[in-house]
């Protein structure tokens, strides 16, 4: 790790790793449990030099190698957990939040289905026909139905999406007492926002690879209206939902007035870069966080 470390140094390499809850809650995709985000956090400070898109201009103060920590959607579990935690070790972080969700205080509709998954009895699950699962979800499979469900409703446009999850909703309210994973309020994004980095993950979490570039376009005014009304600031970054997009879409937010577009890729970013590539991040042991926050995610893929 060392060497790798020094490497990256050397090679003046941006680390971008790219989160998404801090959670204990079972079954939740994409996660790294709370005491692993608290024991993580000051192995990487004595590592590298944590730092937000906004420094990216100014020179360095550490011969570290520079690395952001970027959150996406704007989950509640980020006020609640994450937050204290990096507050207790002083560090600042990117968060790109979702203006529908936050208007309706419900998640992706992927974040969705994946809800009802991990949480529904294995009658109800075997009954109901989901995206990519059209015999149901596997109740002893659960967090593979998660993966394949939202995959497959992910791929399509975000009319269709709506359109199929329309059709789904009857049998989804068949679970009763069932909650979604709840997301940030407005209040909570301008709590945020004063110690954080806030930045747009597009306005519903569209596939923007599947949509026009007009419609991309539209979606990124619509992310600046809603900030500048509702958190008195624009946007400087732009995080593209689900790591889709298609050639020249980057330059489409570039010229939309973005400072920082933010992809997925699995690939280090550069300091004087404005595309910026990111290494999606979870956890199950503090030996898998240190290995992904390296860019190793093969030692432990899934």
């Not at 709370?34 to 944590?50: G, I, M, N, T, V």
């Not at 996406?72 to 937050?83: M, R, S």
């Not at 004063?194 to 306005?203: C, D, K, L, R, Y």
């Not at 690939?267 to 926050?293: K, M, V």
Request: hydrophobic content about 40%; charged content about 25%; overall charge positive.
């Amino acid at each position: 790790m060392t060497l790798k470390i020094f490497t990256l140094s050397r090679a003046k390499a941006l680390t971008i790793l790219n989160l998404h809850r801090v959670t204990a809650s079972p079954g939740s995709c994409a996660s790294i449990g709370p005491s692993q985000f608290d024991e993580l956090l000051p192995w990487l400070k004595a590592r590298f030099s944590l730092i937000g898109f906004d420094e990216l201009s100014r020179p360095l103060a550490s011969d570290k190698p520079p690395m952001i920590i970027s959150f996406d959607d704007g989950y509640k579990d980020f006020i609640d957990i994450a937050a204290p935690i990096l507050e207790k070790h002083r560090v600042r972080v990117n968060q790109n939040v979702l203006p529908a969700a936050i208007e309706t205080g419900r998640p992706p509709m992927n974040v969705i289905l994946q809800d009802f998954i991990n949480c529904a009895p294995a009658r109800l699950l075997r009954e109901v026909p989901l995206p990519g699962l059209p015999n149901g979800a596997d109740p002893d499979k659960r967090a593979k139905s998660c993966l394949r469900c939202s995959s497959a409703l992910k791929a399509q446009p975000i009319a269709e999406q709506k359109a199929q999850f329309s059709k789904l909703q009857p049998q989804i309210e068949r679970l009763e007492n069932f909650r979604p994973s709840p997301m940030m309020t407005i209040e909570e994004v301008r709590q945020i926002a004063q110690s954080h980095e806030v930045g747009a993950h597009s306005f519903e979490h569209a596939s923007m690879a599947t949509e026009t570039d007009d419609y991309l376009r539209n979606d990124a005014r619509k992310c600046r209206e809603f900030f500048l009304e509702r958190l008195s600031f624009a946007p400087k970054i732009y995080a593209f939902p689900n790591g889709s997009y298609r050639a020249g879409q980057p330059e489409i937010l570039r010229a939309e007035g973005y400072t920082h577009v933010l992809l997925g890729d699995g690939r280090y970013s550069r300091l004087d870069a404005w595309r910026h590539y990111r290494f999606n991040f979870y956890a199950d042991s503090q030996a898998e966080a240190r290995a992904r926050s390296l860019g190793w995610p093969c030692v432990f893929a899934r």
